[in-house]
């Protein structure tokens, strides 16, 4: 396998031809994180009785191909991969958390479960935004300005539905717990771009906001779907209904585009300003964490880094836990 960068410097190995700069990310889960890498990912969570239990799973190709590099479309493929990763990372946590870790999600289940949370989300954020505004047609006049008014009219409903439903689950103590891991992984990955040792004192200056987060990506596909709809007016209720289905991909593939940019023009005055606002709506999907949820952060990275290096996996001392025995599975 190529090489990657090593934690903590930025010296390629001598002889081997540097990759494309690649952004590692992850997402929170229950009790852990898990971390997506160039060929591997890994889900870390925290047993009960504080022990630590890993995964190892190789990425698809499909994933991995050379179609993840058309922009638009490589939006839509890293969406599809976030619901197959995050459902599978989920259950598999969800299952560590009462000791069934061994229990695996067929097929068949997983695809239900992922089609009901798609519909479930579509429905909530797409549709009801939809039929709300319609309820506000005879009100919103004629022609040109009558239309723009409606799609504002829909994306405010939307975006108020959204900030609603994830400031009311902030209030679940579970839930809190998982943004505390959510903001362990965004302190990581952020240490690990910057060079920093993955320590738990190097990762603690970082913030718990990050540009490329997933609440980032939720809130420009919001902005983005209010000028999207924007050109297709108010036709009668089946077209619209069936072009905020079709065009969910659409504009998944364009607000990737702008997280991708803005991830790597951090440095850039004007991306800053664009991004203030999801950095500044993480403070409803991330807590500070504590030190074990840094360490099953450290240890995620860590062992994503070395699956995609070809190395030794870490133990789970090496992220300072203690006691803690990794159970590698790879699929």
Partial sequence: MAAERKVGSDQPDPGTRPEPRFFYGGQAVIEGVLIRGRRFSSVV????????????SPLSTVYTGPIRRVPLVRGVVVLAETLVLGTRALMYSANVSIGQEGKEMSRWSMAVTMAISLGF????????PLLVASLFQGLLGEGVGGDILFNVVEGGVRLTLFLGYVWGIGFIPDIRRVFAYHGAEH??????????????????????????????????VMVIAILVFAFFGRPPIFWLVLSRLVLVPVIAGMAYEVIRFSGGHQN????????????MLQALTTRQPDDDQIEVAVLAMRTTLAADQGQAL?????SGTKEARPETETH
């Fill in 187 to 220: 302190m990581t990955v952020k240490a690990y771009e910057a060079n920093d040792p993955l320590e738990t004192a190097h990762i603690r200056k970082y913030s718990t906001a990050h540009p490329r987060c997933g609440t980032a990506f939720l809130l420009v």
């Fill in 45 to 56: 969570v925290r047993r009960p009785d504080g022990q630590i239990a890993i995964q190892v």
């Fill in 268 to 279: 850039s005055a004007l991306v800053r300003l664009i991004v203030a606002p999801s950095l």
């Fill in 121 to 128: 989300a579509i429905g909530i954020f797409f549709l009801l």
């Fill in 314 to 318: 870490p133990s789970a001392g090496e």
